[in-house]
Structure formats: C-alpha cells, structure tokens
C-alpha cells in the first residue's frame, strides 16, 4: 500500500518524466535516433549491426523519423498505410509495426525524415551485446517487453516453445515477459 507522500513522490516523477519528454531538443539533438545500441543521425550514417542481430525482410517493426515533432497527421499517415504506431523513440520517431510495402508507403510522407528497420541488435540491452551472452549454451532467464499484450504475448510463447526454450512468468495483465533462453535462442526471440 503506498502512503500519501509515496503517492505524491510517484505523481511528481511522472509529470517530470512527461515534461522532460516535451521539452525543446537541442540543435545537436534533432534528427538523431537514441537507442541504447547507438545515438545516429539515419540520414547520414546507420550504425553497424552484427549479422546475427540485423532485421530481416520478414520483421515487420519499423523505426519512422519526422521533420519534427511528431503530429497526429503523422500518425494517422501510418495507420492510413496499414501500420500500427507501438511506441515513441527519441528524437521525433516512433516503433511502428509495418510490412514493407507499408513502410515504403509511409517514407513517401512528406512529414517522414526515415523509415528503417528496427534491428534486433536496438532492442538489446548493451550488457547482453557485450558480456557474451548471445555465445552462451546454458539457459538464462530473461526479461522482454511485448508491445501488445493481448497479441503478442501468445504467439511470443509458441515460438519460444518451438525453439526449446521455456516460458517463465507471462505476467499477466503487463507488457512483460519472462522465458528462459540460450544465447542463441534469445538471438532468435529478440527478431521476433
């Protein structure tokens, strides 16, 4: 049960964490892509992924980059091309969930900088990239987050359990997802 002051404490990190989110970027920042992987700007270089971690043609998440801050005629541009906007990425971009016909549709925007893939490497935490857990043959629990529960979570554990590893805790009713996996099955899952 948490007290009033708890409650208060909550609150305010949340207004500050939403403020800190709107707050102008600086020059330097606009047009960059953030991701724990790298910090790029798309239109002039992409980082280097491992072979092993690079999205294939039939992944279907999508990194879309505005001129700007994103708009709902931005939004509404990639749900009219059939994608589904998951979640907002530094710096005015979303995680869509596209195929690539769709993608080359919502590019064609005249509010869209970038359209690329959304590699399996950016959705690693950079202590698994590099403390050698992708070579490991024992099995590790691990945490993921699913972009929609409802969906995601059951065709996540089908192909968890067709690759030999196991589900943990679905935590029901959250985003998160808990199995127990090798360094290359989690190669695997993070393609998913």
């Known amino acids: 049960m948490l007290s009033q002051f708890s409650r208060g404490a909550l609150l305010a990190c949340a207004v500050a964490v939403s403020l800190s989110a709107q707050a102008p970027q600086s020059s330097a920042a606009r047009g960059t892509i953030n991701l724990r992987f790298a910090t790029f700007d798309p239109t002039a270089s992409t980082p280097e992924i491992p072979a092993s971690l690079r999205a294939t043609q039939q992944q279907r998440l999508r990194i879309v980059q505005f001129h700007g801050t994103p708009s709902q005629a931005g939004r509404d541009a990639i749900t009219a091309a059939g994608g589904q906007v998951l979640s907002y990425m530094p710096h005015d971009a979303y995680v869509v969930r596209m195929t690539a016909a769709q993608a080359k549709q919502v590019a064609a925007s005249e509010l869209v900088r970038w ?45 968890i359990a067709q690759l030999g590893g196991a589900v943990v805790d679905e935590h029901f009713g959250s985003l998160l997802f808990t199995a127990s996996l090798t360094g290359k099955q989690l190669q695997q899952v993070a393609g998913f």
């Open 115 to 159: 359209v690329g893939a959304y590699h399996p490497a950016y959705r690693l935490e950079a202590a698994l990239l590099e403390g050698g857990a992708l070579q490991s043959e024992v099995a590790t629990r691990y945490n993921m987050v699913v972009a929609d529960k409802h969906t995601d979570k059951p065709a996540l554990a089908a192909k």
